[in-house]
């Protein structure tokens, strides 16, 4: 029974009522009076029918404890709280790691940066310098930590240029697991290296020595990413065919670079899709621009040749925007999740393995030097003991 039903029946009983009132003949009340009963009846029954819907209400949330709504709680705590990720880049310098970072997060982190000439850089060792910023978009806070390391590689000798890279990751697990064991855990802040983009040349015939050893010795420590550099100077189908060779060499040397998660079987086509896509674009090929360029009527950050432009985030042009979106939008919390539970655990358990070993080695150490110094109290008794045996023999 609709709302417009009911008005035209409404209508049409005013038309009655005029009409009977024109007549006046008293042979038509009784049928009146039945129209007006049927609509009281269904106005009865509607009435009914929503209080019954009311209390089935009233009972369902009787039955409703109200957990349903934990989401929502962790939501405002998470974003009253604000998130902090910080992204750790190498890679020999001049592949562009600073101006994709500044594409990556649209700002200008190395604004105060010093580029070293080639007499300073072939005897620098690597050194580790932080940028922080806060971002916020839409009420959501971020404290983006970028780690960079220059110097990487660019040595005359490069032997062992990636030890100052994991020991800075090992310190930052160090002072967190400082932090977590003291007696104030409330403001630890979380300086945990969660993702790692590692700058592979596009000039060289797949990964270089360097690039096997470094990313050997980061793999147990962080979640490596690895990335093409300058895509721009490779054809299709030379990305494709460096991508493959990349891959296969990380294979060969037993690389183990950040593995995306795998979907859930009721996840929707449109996800998996996205997700195959991801796995099948390793290493990103990437391009970086600190500029923006016009090109029929629209700007966009791009880079200007003679033979063209180049948009960074045009997914034919590069994988800028599927990495984007894979640390901002989609993979950013497991990411973290990862290093939490395991890179950080293998480093914590270590630690712990290590604490153990010292402790038994301590007890043992003064077990021996206890025995020791009672020692000679013991082997005088036992000469006691035989002297006097000796003399009553
Ligand atoms: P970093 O030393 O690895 O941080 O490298 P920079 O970001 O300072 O870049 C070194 C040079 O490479 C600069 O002249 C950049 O303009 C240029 N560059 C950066 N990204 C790209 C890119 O994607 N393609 C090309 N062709 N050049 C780039």
Redesign the pocket.
């Given at each position: 029974f609709s709302g417009r039903d009911w008005e035209t029946s409404q209508d049409r009983g005013e038309r009655r009522t005029e009409q009977s009132t024109e007549r006046a003949t008293p042979g038509c009340w009784p049928s009146r009076q039945i129209y007006i009963s049927v609509f009281h009846l269904i106005h009865l029954q509607t009435a009914c029918f929503m209080s019954r819907l009311l209390s089935s209400l009233q009972d369902m949330d009787r039955e409703y404890v109200g957990f349903a709504t934990l989401p929502n709680q962790v939501h405002r705590k998470s974003v009253k709280k604000g998130f902090a990720f910080t992204l750790m880049?190498a890679?020999?310098?001049?592949?562009?790691?600073?101006?994709?970072v500044n594409s990556l997060y649209l700002t200008d982190l190395?604004n105060n940066r010093k580029?070293l000439n080639a007499e300073e850089r072939i005897v620098q060792t690597v050194f580790i310098t932080k940028h922080t910023v806060g971002i916020e978009e839409k009420g959501v806070r971020l404290r983006l930590s970028i780690v960079?390391t220059?110097g990487f590689g660019d040595a005359v000798n490069n032997t062992e240029s990636w030890k100052e890279i994991e020991d800075y990751i090992d310190q930052q697990f160090e002072q967190y697991f400082r932090d977590e064991s003291g007696l104030n855990r409330k403001n630890i802040q979380d300086n945990r290296v969660h993702c790692c983009l590692y700058?592979i040349s596009p000039f060289g015939h797949g990964l270089r020595p360097l690039d096997v050893e470094c990313m050997r010795a980061l793999h147990d420590k962080v979640n490596i990413v690895p990335v093409l550099?300058?895509?721009?100077?490779l054809t299709p189908t030379e990305v494709r065919r460096k991508k493959m060779k990349i891959r296969e060499e990380m294979e060969k040397f037993g690389i183990n670079i950040y593995q995306f998660p795998d979907c859930d079987f009721d996840e929707d086509e449109e996800f998996k899709q996205q997700e195959q896509l991801l796995k099948d674009s390793i290493p990103f090929a990437?391009?970086?621009?600190?500029i923006q360029v016009e090109s029929k009527g629209r700007k966009f950050r791009g880079?200007l040749y003679p033979w063209g432009v180049v948009e960074v985030e045009d997914p034919a042009h590069s994988d800028f925007l599927l990495l984007r979106n894979m640390l901002v939008k989609t993979h950013m919390q497991d990411l973290k999740d990862v290093t939490r539970e395991t890179h950080y655990e293998n480093y914590r358990a270590q630690c712990i393995q290590n604490m153990t070993r010292m402790v038994v080695q301590e007890r043992k150490r003064r077990l021996v030097l206890h025995t020791h110094t009672h020692t000679p109290t013991h082997t005088h008794r036992i000469d006691v003991h035989r002297t006097t045996q000796t003399h009553t023999h």
């Amino acid at each position: 029974f609709s709302g417009r039903d009911w008005e035209t029946s409404q209508d049409r009983g005013e038309r009655r009522t005029e009409q009977s009132t024109e007549r006046a003949t008293p042979g038509c009340w009784p049928s009146r009076q039945i129209y007006i009963s049927v609509f009281h009846l269904i106005h009865l029954q509607t009435a009914c029918f929503m209080s019954r819907l009311l209390s089935s209400l009233q009972d369902m949330d009787r039955e409703y404890v109200g957990f349903a709504t934990l989401p929502n709680q962790v939501h405002r705590k998470s974003v009253k709280k604000g998130f902090a990720f910080t992204l750790m880049v190498a890679g020999e310098s001049g592949l562009g790691k600073s101006t994709l970072v500044n594409s990556l997060y649209l700002t200008d982190l190395y604004n105060n940066r010093k580029v070293l000439n080639a007499e300073e850089r072939i005897v620098q060792t690597v050194f580790i310098t932080k940028h922080t910023v806060g971002i916020e978009e839409k009420g959501v806070r971020l404290r983006l930590s970028i780690v960079d390391t220059p110097g990487f590689g660019d040595a005359v000798n490069n032997t062992e240029s990636w030890k100052e890279i994991e020991d800075y990751i090992d310190q930052q697990f160090e002072q967190y697991f400082r932090d977590e064991s003291g007696l104030n855990r409330k403001n630890i802040q979380d300086n945990r290296v969660h993702c790692c983009l590692y700058f592979i040349s596009p000039f060289g015939h797949g990964l270089r020595p360097l690039d096997v050893e470094c990313m050997r010795a980061l793999h147990d420590k962080v979640n490596i990413v690895p990335v093409l550099a300058k895509a721009d100077s490779l054809t299709p189908t030379e990305v494709r065919r460096k991508k493959m060779k990349i891959r296969e060499e990380m294979e060969k040397f037993g690389i183990n670079i950040y593995q995306f998660p795998d979907c859930d079987f009721d996840e929707d086509e449109e996800f998996k899709q996205q997700e195959q896509l991801l796995k099948d674009s390793i290493p990103f090929a990437v391009i970086g621009s600190n500029i923006q360029v016009e090109s029929k009527g629209r700007k966009f950050r791009g880079r200007l040749y003679p033979w063209g432009v180049v948009e960074v985030e045009d997914p034919a042009h590069s994988d800028f925007l599927l990495l984007r979106n894979m640390l901002v939008k989609t993979h950013m919390q497991d990411l973290k999740d990862v290093t939490r539970e395991t890179h950080y655990e293998n480093y914590r358990a270590q630690c712990i393995q290590n604490m153990t070993r010292m402790v038994v080695q301590e007890r043992k150490r003064r077990l021996v030097l206890h025995t020791h110094t009672h020692t000679p109290t013991h082997t005088h008794r036992i000469d006691v003991h035989r002297t006097t045996q000796t003399h009553t023999h």
